[in-house]
């Protein structure tokens, strides 16, 4: 896919997709996990969504699930 492909595929999904809120310390580790684990249209990344926060969106449950497993801890924290 090229990128503008790839940009308006998740523009599809994103409205129904699957988020996880990751604590901005582990944003590298986070976007590394789903460069290796997913292709570039399955994941999305919104910065800075709250205090200390990031959202990862997912196409899929699955992925979802399997990212929040990775760092039980730092996921979808109350403030």
């Known amino acids: 896919m090229?990128?503008?492909e790839i940009f308006e595929y998740k523009q599809k999904w994103k409205p129904s997709g699957y988020n996880v809120r990751l604590h901005s310390d582990l944003k590298s580790e986070g976007v590394d996990?789903?460069?290796v684990q997913m292709m570039?249209?399955?994941w999305f990344i919104t910065e800075y969504t709250g205090v200390y926060e990031h959202t990862f969106s997912f196409e899929n449950k699955l992925d979802a699930n399997s990212f929040a497993a990775q760092w039980p801890k730092y996921i979808n924290q109350e403030n």
């Open 33 to 35: 996990y789903c460069k």
């Open 2 to 4: 090229t990128p503008i």
């Open 40 to 42: 570039a249209h399955q």
